[in-house]
């Protein structure tokens, strides 16, 4: 934990597994607990290529229909680029303005946001807030309302910025 929040690197698949199964047992449910919101986000940069594979060749034109530029998402399911794709962990939030703000961040591409429902996702989501940033050390990026995504996550909607 204290390298994913404090040096910022990606877990190991093992220790992915082990929150996860923490998680499924209720285990240290003072510190690892699901969110209470419905829905987390995750801010991304992403390629037209990766548009065009996970919403389809007329993407812009879904995106122009929808008058918001928040698409609902069928099937869709957002795996980790590194490590195991059943136990990898990512960085989520349960703030939308977080995720925007990491989607305008220095990378290239679209600008996007997907959001994913707790529901959809059971076992997959540990708050922070919950009892993560209570341990000494972890609580220096609490304003980022973090939220840890373990293995591959169904999305729910992308909103396009």
Known sequence: ??????????????????????LENDWYEKILAEPKQATVYRGLR??????????????????DETKTGRLKTNNMVLRPI?????????SWTNSI?????FA??????????????????????????AGLYGIKGHDEFADEQEVLGIGSIKISHIILL
Request: include cysteine; charge should be positive; proline fraction near 2%.
């Open 1 to 22: 934990l204290t390298t994913h929040f404090v040096n910022n690197m990606h877990m190991s698949s093992k220790s992915g597994r082990a929150l996860k199964t923490s």
């Open 82 to 90: 590194t490590g195991n794709a059943s136990s990898a962990v990512t």
């Open 46 to 63: 992403v390629s037209e290529e990766w548009m065009i594979k996970n919403i389809g060749d007329d993407w812009r034109k879904q995106f």
């Open 104 to 129: 305008f961040g220095p990378a290239s591409g679209l600008a996007v946001v997907c959001c994913a429902a707790i529901k959809d996702n059971p076992n997959q989501f540990i708050d922070s807030a």
């Open 97 to 101: 303005k977080t995720a925007r703000e």
